[in-house]
């Protein structure tokens, strides 16, 4: 039976964890120092906690981090792998810059372990949706081949080390950079006192944009401060020549601001629920 180590049991973590057990995969999670919903929905899923001694042996550790922390855990994981006694498999699976990827790679000794570029689209695995991706990139002997038949979509992208990373840079700066432009001007409507007409002009004019918004700025709130350094990963990305690393700067401190909100009561996100509501 295939082992698979998953560094992180958030949403995602767990959501692709679950979807592995369902597949026939022992699926072992670090848990020492998590919160107790972390390990009960580490536990709902069927994920096993497990040391890091542990984590490293199994066939394939997958890292799902905020963005924040990818670089952490891959220094954590590659100190216990140098006193492992075989060659381990790493993937890094967050939403990273590839010159961020590429710190988290030097983190290792390529004697020690083989790193493996991935990329998560999508929601989280659950019953009744199959729309989570997995991209992989720098992974010439194929060793993401063990996760494939598990109930997981694997996507092998034939380029180096950072490909992967370079997808997801791309896709969720347009995916979350349309959610946060459309935060933006929506607080900036209800400040000017335009957010009815507004709200009323992109159910007219732009039906599939209005549903968009209406479904996908609610779902950001608890996301917001994780988004944050992902921002600014895609600003890194884009480079200080490009003026639209700009954008992202600014989205940070937008994703700041909501999280921010959220911890301080969500006046800001009860002022947008009730907008969005309105048809």
């Not at 992989?136 to 380029?159: E, H, T, Y």
């Not at 921002?231 to 954008?247: K, N, Q, T």
């Amino acid at each position: 039976m295939a082992v698979i180590a998953i560094f992180g049991a958030g949403a995602m973590g767990a959501g692709i964890g679950r979807r592995l057990v369902e597949g026939g995969a022992t699926v072992l999670t670090y848990l020492e120092g998590r919160s107790p919903a972390t390990r009960e929905r580490a536990e709902a899923a069927g994920m096993r906690p497990a040391s890091l001694e542990e984590m490293v042996a199994a066939d394939i550790i997958l890292s799902i981090v905020p963005p924040a922390e990818a670089v952490s855990v891959a220094e954590k994981l590659a100190a216990v792998a140098a006193g492992h006694g075989k060659r381990i498999t790493f993937m890094d699976c967050n939403a990273i810059s590839p010159k961020t990827m590429g710190e988290v790679a030097k983190r290792f000794d390529p004697q020690h372990a083989e790193v493996l570029d991935g990329s998560i689209i999508g929601m989280p695995p659950k019953p009744g949706y199959d729309g989570t991706k997995l991209y992989v990139s720098g992974d010439a002997g194929n060793r993401s081949g063990i996760l494939a038949g598990r109930g997981l979509d694997i996507r092998r992208i034939d380029g180096p080390l950072g490909a992967a990373s370079a997808l997801k840079m791309c896709y969720g700066g347009i995916n979350k950079g349309v959610i946060g432009l459309g935060t933006a001007m929506m607080l900036a409507a209800i400040r000017s006192g335009a957010d009815q007409s507004l709200k009323g002009e992109l159910a007219d004019s732009a039906p599939d944009l209005n549903r968009k918004l209406s479904l996908g700025i609610p779902d950001m709130y608890p996301k917001a401060y994780r988004w944050v350094a992902e921002m600014e990963e895609i600003a890194a990305f884009l480079g200080e020549d490009d003026p639209a690393s700009l954008i992202f700067r600014g989205m940070a401190g937008l994703y700041r601001k909501v999280a921010e909100d959220r911890n301080a009561g969500g006046e800001l996100a009860a002022q947008l629920d009730g907008l969005l509501a309105r048809e």
